[in-house]
Structure formats: C-alpha cells, structure tokens
C-alpha cells in the first residue's frame, strides 16, 4: 500500500476522531458550567444531586460509560438504539462536562471572598461582580488545567472502537493487520504528535496573553 | 441628631456574641479612631456599618436618613446597594482588581454606577465617563499616584496598593469613609505613606473611621477615639481624654501593652 493510499484511508478515521473532539468540547464547555452551577447550589438536595452525578462519571471509565449510553436506553426502556457515533458522542459531552465542572468549581472557589467584598462595597451588583471582577481572574487560572484536559480529549476518541466506530487507532489496526505493515502506527501516532502540538502552542499563547498580571 | 447615629449594634456569629451594643455618633468632618485588642469586634463593626453583615439589633442612620434598622423589615439588595454608598471602605488586604491598571481600579465602580442601566444617549454617556476619567486622574494624583496610572496592582509596592484602595474607595464620594486597619499588612517602612495620606485627606473635611493599631497616629490625627473591649466601647472620648487619661481600668492595661511593643 502506498503512502497516498494509506493516508486516504486514515482520513475516515481522522474526521470521526476530530469530530468527536470538536462537537465534546463545544458541548461539554457550557454544559460544565450548567453543573458547576448545580454542585455550587445554595439549596443542598440540588446541590447533593449534582455532586453525586460528578462522583459517578469521574469515578468509572468513560468506557464503560460509552457502553451504557449505547445500549441502556434499548435494555432499560426498551428504546431504539442510538447512532453509534452519536452514543460516543453524549457520553464524551458528559463525561468531560463533569471534569470541566471540577475546573471551573476550583477556579471559581479559588477567588478570594475579598473580590467579592470589595465589589459589594463598591456597590456593585452580583452580575456586575461575577462578569467584571470574577470571571476574568477565574478564566485565568483555569487555563491550564483546562488546557491539560483537552490535551486528553484529543486522545481519548479512540475509545471509541469499543462500539466499533472507526477513528483514528481502529483506522490504522486495520491496516496493519490486513496488510502487514508497522509504519501506519508511526504515521498515526506523528498525526496525534502534531495535533496536540499545535494545541500546545495554542494553550500556551493564551496562558501568556493571560499572564500580564501575576496572582 | 449627630451626622452618623450608631444605635445599640449587637451581632453574633453561631453562640460568639461579637458586638453587644455598640452606639455612638459622629458629626461631618470628624475623624474617629478605633482601638482594641485583636478580637473585640473593630472589623465587624466597619462590616456591619457597610452592610458585609447584618447585625442583629440595632440602628445605623446616616444624615437623618435611617440606613439599617432591625425593626423595620429587610431591604432588597438593591436599595442595600444603595444604602450602602453612604460608606466606603478599605480593607486591611487592599483587595485591589487584579487585572485592571490602577486607574481603571479606581473608574470601574463609578462607570457602572453611573452608566449601567440607564437610558443614556451617546453623548451623556461619553460626558459622564470623561467625568469619571478626569476624576480618577485626580484622585490618583491626591495619594500621590498619578506616574502609576497604567501600572497593574501587582507592579505596585503594598503601601502604594493601599493608596490605591483609598482613592478607590473615595471615587464614589462616600459620607463616610472607614478604614479596616489600612497598614497591618505592610512593612513598618511603608505604613508612613499611607497614614500620611489619610491624614492630608482630613484636612479636606472628610468624616472617616479608623481602625488602628498605631496610637499615634490616633492620638495625632482623631479628633474622638473609642476603646472597643469584648464588643463593647469601654471608652470614648478625644484623644486627650482616651490616652492621657483613661477611667477604665481595661482602656489603661491595654494602652500600658500597646506603648510596649507598638
Ligand atoms: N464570619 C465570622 N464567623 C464566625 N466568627 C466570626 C466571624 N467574623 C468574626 N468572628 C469572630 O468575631 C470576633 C471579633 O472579630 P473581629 O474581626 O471583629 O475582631 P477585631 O477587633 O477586628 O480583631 P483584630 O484586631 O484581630 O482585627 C472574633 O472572635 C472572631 O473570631
Ligand atoms: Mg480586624
């Protein structure tokens, strides 16, 4: 097989696992906020509710997960199943929506209560406080751990063979065992090198954008 | 009836009686210094005063206006924030914005207060944000600020933070500006500057609160001091009084303490 070929049938593979990456982390940003919102609740069942889901995603694989949205719904209530790729695709939104929800509590919590008074003193409303005192200084620091998070989003699609999604990994098994050649594991994993790399550099210019003030 | 009536403030936190009545009364102008020992209730007095908590008992008015009142029933946080701009205040930890330059620290407030909200037209708005840019400007120049304009508060020496947090707190004209022990988080080198600059701001007639622990200052600058002892004011009196001749036994044992190791 020749490099062109190879390539042409990586390419399948590449879209699903890009795919996966996008549509994860354009949902799972806000939706991890909606939880932040719900584990920082003043009313404790709702607060309790939110905290125990957290607990349950963040505490079994995401494999396991994929599974169960994938077959749960038929087995339980008897539902059709879901598109396999669109199964992947809700338990990576949860799964990293909850692990978003961690970061953002942290940040959040992070800020000193001294913030927030002095907002108050100055007569500010909690929105004016929360939009032009808070959440600048929380979107700073939670830059990085943000951004290691997504570095493992870019990794993890190839989880996704376990409902037998073709991504990226699977793409490239194929090819080795039917033809017998090693080099389209390199080629693949050089794809994954440059892809984070390029993430890398990214994150890294936000952080040093964010980094004209210390604290 | 006095500029300030502060009457009969009790506040606990869980079983910890913190303030157990706290009155008194301040005219315009006056600078009223507070001092007691680490516990006895300076820092929620000021908080009360700038609604960060809600006392229990008691009443807070302010030029005849009645800000805070347990009878009457609670008030939304709106007409809270508004009550609360009669006082300003400044903490012992600056709690400077730290993203912003010192000049935008000091025009934040006053841009949404006054622009936020209300049905402005291009021109008024862009009036009144002038106005507040020019009189930030001025307020950095009266701490003596005006090169730092556009530094960020971590650029900043601690003394020059605090001056910061007091032009802050002054952009929003407050009737009554307190102070939570503005120098115990700076360096015996710095706090001179920063006592300095509250002292020039007396002679412009404003009423402030004080809360120290440097009795010269209070002694130099206060024109009535009050003695606060386990959530009472033990003793009240001008300085003279307070520090040359105390009635109470607790005020003398606690000023004997402080000459010796200020
Ligand atoms: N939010 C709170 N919850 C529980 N207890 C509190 C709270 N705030 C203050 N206290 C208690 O109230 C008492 C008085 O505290 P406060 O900070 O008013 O004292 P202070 O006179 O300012 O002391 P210092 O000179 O050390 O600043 C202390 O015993 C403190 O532990
Ligand atoms: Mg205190």
């Known amino acids: 097989m020749s490099f062109l070929e190879v390539t042409l049938q990586l390419a399948d593979g590449f879209m699903t696992t890009l795919l996966i990456f996008a549509i994860t982390l354009v949902g799972a940003i806000p939706l991890g906020l909606l939880i932040t919102l719900g584990s920082m609740s003043k009313v404790p069942p709702v607060k309790w509710i939110f905290k125990t889901f957290v607990w349950i995603i963040r505490g079994t694989p995401l494999m396991l997960q994929i599974i169960l949205v994938f077959y749960g719904p038929g087995l339980l209530f008897g539902a059709k199943a879901l598109p396999r790729l669109i199964a992947v695709i809700i338990a990576f939104i949860i799964n990293y929506a909850c692990y978003f929800s961690e970061i953002y509590r942290g940040g959040i919590e992070s800020i000193p209560k001294g913030q927030y008074e002095a907002g108050q003193v100055l007569g500010m409303t909690k929105t004016q406080i929360f939009f032009k005192v808070v959440l600048f200084q929380v979107i700073k620091r939670i830059v990085p751990p943000m951004g290691n998070e997504i570095i493992t989003l870019v990794k993890d699609p190839s989880l996704a063979r376990v409902l037998s999604v073709i991504e990226l990994v699977q793409a490239a098994e194929t090819i080795v065992s039917l033809k017998s050649l090693i080099w389209p594991l390199f080629y693949v994993g050089a794809f994954y090198l440059l892809f984070s790399g390029l993430l890398t550099l990214l994150l890294n210019y936000a952080e040093k954008k964010l980094n004209y003030y210390q604290g | ?262």
């Open chain 2, 1 to 262: 009836m006095a500029f300030l009536e502060i009457n009969g403030i009790y506040k606990s936190f869980g079983k910890t009686e913190v303030l157990k009545g706290i009155s008194f009364g301040m005219e315009k102008g006056e600078v009223l210094a507070i001092i007691g020992s680490s516990g006895s209730g300076k820092t929620t007095l000021l908080r009360c005063l700038n609604f960060l908590e809600t006392p229990d008992a008691g009443s807070i008015s302010v030029g005849g206006e009645t800000l805070f009142d347990s009878l009457s029933p609670s008030a939304s946080d709106s007409e809270i924030r508004l009550k609360r701009l009669h006082f300003g205040l400044v903490f012992q930890s600056f709690n400077l914005f730290p993203q912003y330059t010192v000049l935008k620290n000091v025009s934040l407030a006053p841009e949404l207060l006054h622009t936020k909200g209300k049905k402005l037209s291009k021109e008024e708005k862009s009036r009144i944000l002038c106005e507040i840019d020019a009189n930030s400007r001025a307020l950095l120049s009266t701490v003596g600020l005006s090169e730092k304009m556009y530094s960020y508060p971590c650029e900043l020496s601690g003394g020059q933070q605090q001056r910061v947090a007091i032009a802050r707190a002054l952009a929003l004209s407050p009737d009554i500006l307190c102070f939570d022990e503005p120098t115990s988080a700076l360096d015996p080198e710095l706090t001179g500057e920063v006592l300095r600059v509250i002292r020039e701001l007396k002679t412009s007639d404003r009423t402030m609160i004080v809360v120290t622990h440097e009795m010269n200052f209070a002694r130099g600058v206060a024109d009535k001091v009050i003695f606060m002892a386990d959530g009472v004011i033990e003793e009240y009196g001008t300085p003279d009084e307070v520090f040359g001749n105390p009635k109470s036994e607790k005020t003398r044992s606690f000023l004997e303490k402080s000459l010796e190791n200020p």
